[in-house]
T-cell receptor, first 114, second 112 residues
């Protein structure tokens, strides 16, 4: 079982629709979760972080966390063609001592169609 | 406020050679992490530096080594390059008491 799993896609949604991106993780002790966006040929850009169960909203983006189900998701409302990118889920595994290594999924490619 | 910077942007090497990649963290950040991203994959953690010491290491061979300088900048060294080392190398910085990591633009390494 991979530590962080994402559907590679591509996920195609029409412009203006809601895009739903999902991620599961294996380390039950994980406490910190992040979504990054990566355009082709570019580096990852932080979208949101979430640490507590429930929803966290930032503009058109909503992150959802369910630690009992080991599941984190990202919703993008009113999807725009500029949202077309690969979305990476990252998890900080539970670890005693120092260090804040992130474990990434393989990413989900999102295509927003006109 | 400058973000994370990396140099060079692109690099071509041949098998067996050695390479050094450089990173300057975001202003106010003192922790630097390095990741390797192969095509179509997510970034893989190589190691993390704080206070000029390697604080955490991923599953990479000893051919991968690093260094952090007093000004918090960092270098990644890879010896005896293999074809499979071809990837995008990403540097990320964070404040010591923070968990959010911000990535630089990356160095794209091609090993021939």
């Amino acid at each position: 079982q991979k530590e962080v799993e994402q559907n590679s896609g591509p996920l195609s949604v029409p412009e203006g629709a809601i895009a739903s991106l999902n991620c599961t993780y294996s380390d039950r002790g994980s406490q910190s979760f992040f979504w990054y966006r990566q355009y082709s040929g570019k580096s990852p850009e932080l979208i949101m972080s979430i640490y507590s169960n429930g929803d966290k909203e930032d503009g058109r983006f909503t992150a959802q966390l369910n630690k009992a189900s080991q599941y984190v998701s990202l919703l993008i409302r009113d999807s725009q063609p500029s949202d077309s990118a690969t979305y990476l889920c990252a998890v900080k595994p539970h670890r005693t001592g120092g260090g804040n290594k992130l474990t990434f999924g393989t990413g989900t490619q999102l295509k927003v169609e006109l | 406020d400058a973000g994370v910077t990396q140099s060079p942007t692109h690099l071509i090497k041949t098998r067996g050679q050695q390479v050094t990649l450089r990173c300057s963290p975001k202003s106010g950040h003192d922790t630097v992490s390095w990741y390797q991203q192969a095509l179509g994959q997510g970034p893989q953690f190589i190691f993390q530096y704080y206070e000029e010491e390697e604080r955490q290491r991923g599953n990479f061979p000893d051919r991968f080594s690093g260094h952090q300088f007093p000004n918090y900048s960092s270098e990644l060294n890879v010896n005896a390059l293999l074809l499979g080392d071809s990837a995008l190398y990403l540097c990320a910085s964070s404040p010591q008491d923070g968990e959010t990591q911000y990535f630089g633009p990356g160095t794209r390494l091609l090993v021939l």
